[in-house]
C-alpha cells in the first residue's frame, strides 16, 4: 500500500525553503507541482532529468526536499515535446492553480496555460460593482435632494414645516414646534372642527329670567378654526377666525398677532427670542397656554375656566428658551377673550395692565420627556359702580286685589351715582408634566395647582368691594392620558376648585364655615385616527362624562346640599 502523495500546500512550503538553494546550485531549473488528486502519475522518467537520489520509498509521490543539503535537490522537470508522456486514455486534469514554473538549466521553459479564474470569485466581484453602482446612485440621489432643498430655503427660508416632524414632539412640551397644515413660501393654512352632543342634568325646557333658555341637551358646533400662519427666518405671523353656536351662529377672531424671532439653529428647540403683539395666548400655567385642538379632554378645568373666561388676551409677549430653561412674559389688558363664541363684551374697564409670567424647564430625558413651571400674575379689577336714579313713585299690591290701598304706595328718592373702584388680584401656579414614551404610546402625567385671590372672572365672580373682605381662591387639578398605539386613548381627571376659602354661612343667626368646594371627576375613552391613514388629516372621536360633587344645592331643611349637575359630551374632532 502505497503512502498518500502530501497536499499542494507542503509543496509550495518546501519549495519556498529550497529556493535559494537551487538558484545557487542551477542558473535555471523548471519546476511544477501538480496535486496528485487531479494529475496522473508519469509512467517513465525523462531523458533530461537529472539524478534522482537513491531513498528507499515505498510511495510514488515525489521525495519533500530538504534544507539540510546545501546542494539543490533532484526536482523532476515538467515533460517537453521530445518526452512527452504517451496520452492516457481519460481527460487530462485541469491545470493547477499552485503550480510554480522554474526555469531549469538547459532546458527552455513552456509557457504553461493560462488560470480559469474561480467562479465564486468572478460573482463576488459582479455584486461588489453591482453594490458600488448602486451606492452611486444613491450618494447623487441624496447629493441633488441636499441641493434642492438648499436652494428651497434661499427662496424662502420658512423655518418650520419640514424640519421637525410633529411626532418629534412631546405632547407635553407646548409653546413651540411646528404646525399641521398645507405650507407655501412660508404661509401655512391650517384648521380644526368640533362637533359635539352633549347632556346635562341642569337641562330644562324653561327660560330664565332675562330670556336665556336652560336647556342643554343638544348638538352644536363647538369649535371651527380656520387658521392663517406665517413663520420665515426673522418674522412671523397667526391669524385665527372661529365659527361657533355655542350661543348662536357665531364668527370671531381668536388669533392675530405678529412675531420678530430670534431662532435657534436648531429647529427643534424653542427661539431664543420672540416677541409677539397683538392677540395671543395668556402665558400662565400649563393649560391655558395648551392649544384647543391638542387638548384631550373637552375643556380646560373649571378652576381655569373661572380665572381666564377664555385663554387668549391683547398685549405684548415675550418668550423663549435656552437648552433646558423656558420663560414667558406678558403684559395684557386684562380682559380674557371668552372662548365661548358670541360672549358678552369684555373691554377692559381699567388704565392698569395686567402682569403675568411663567418661568420653566423643558427636557427630554432619553425617549421620555418632562416639564414644570411657576407661573404669577399680578392685575387690576373692577368694581363697577351705580349710576344715578329718580326720585320714584312704588305700588305694592299686598293684599293682590288689584286696586291701590292705604300704605300700599311707597315713594323711593333718587340717589346719586356711586363711583366705580378697583382692587387687586393676584395669583401664583406652578405645574409639572412628565410624558412617558412605550410601544403603546405616549403616557401623560399632568397636575397643577394656583392659589388666587380675586380672581374668579366667571364662574362666581369675585368682588370684595361687595363682600367687604378679599376672596381666596384655591384651584387644582391631576390628570392621566394614555395612548393605545395610536388608534385609541383613554384617561381621567380630577379637577378640585373652591371659589371662597373664607365663606361662612348663616344658621340660626350664627356665621358657620361652608364648603364651597366642587370636586369633578372626568373619565374620557377615544377613538383616533391612524396616523397618515390620510395624508395631513388627524381625528379622533371622545366621550366625556363628567361627575360634579359640590355643595351648590339646597336640601328641603335648607342645609347645603349636592347639586345635581353632572355632564355628558361626545366630540368629533377632524383637523389639518
Known sequence: MTAPHPRPLSWLGALVLALPHVASAAPSVSIEIEDDDDAPAPTSSPATQPPRPTTPTTSTAPTTPTTANKTSPAISSPPTAANKPPASTTSPAPPDVDAVPVDAPGVESQPSAPAQPDPEIALLREQLAAVQTRLETVEKARAAEKAEQHQAKQRTPFVRVGDVGRAEIAPTHVGFGPGAGVSQWGVRVSGYI???????????????????????????????RLRVSGDWKWVAFDFELDGSTTRGPFVGVRQANASFVWRNPDAARPPYWMVTAGLTEAPFGHELRLGQREMMFMERSLGSLAFFPGPVDVGVRVRGGVAAFRYDLAVMNGAPLDDRAGARNTT????????????????????????????????????????????RLEWSDLNENGAIDTGELVAVPGQAATPSVNFRRWAVGADFQVGLRSKAGWTQILAEGT???????????????????????????????????????????YDYYDPNTDLLDRRRGEFVPRAAAIHTISPIAGALLPPNWIPGVRGRLVFQYDAVLDALGRDSRGVPADLKNDQFIVRLQGEF
Do not use: C
Open 451 to 493: 392659589i388666587a385671590s380675586n380672581l374668579d372672572r366667571d364662574l362666581i365672580v369675585a368682588d370684595p368691594v361687595v363682600v367687604g373682605a378679599d376672596l381666596r381662591e384655591l384651584h387644582g387639578y391631576v390628570a392621566v392620558i394614555q395612548e393605545l398605539f395610536g388608534r385609541a386613548v383613554v384617561g381621567a381627571r
Open 194 to 224: 368640533q362637533s359635539q352632543y352633549q347632556w346635562s342634568q341642569l337641562s330644562e325646557d324653561q327660560i330664565q329670567q332675562g330670556g336665556a333658555t336652560l336647556n342643554q341637551n343638544r348638538f352644536m358646533v363647538r369649535r371651527g
Open 348 to 391: 377692559d374697564p381699567t388704565r392698569a395692565p395686567d402682569y403675568l409670567g411663567r418661568f420653566g424647564f423643558a427636557a427630554r430625558p432619553g425617549e421620555h420627556a418632562v416639564s414644570g413651571g411657576v407661573s404669577l400674575l399680578y392685575g387690576t379689577g373692577f368694581h363697577r359702580g351705580s349710576e344715578a336714579t329718580k326720585n
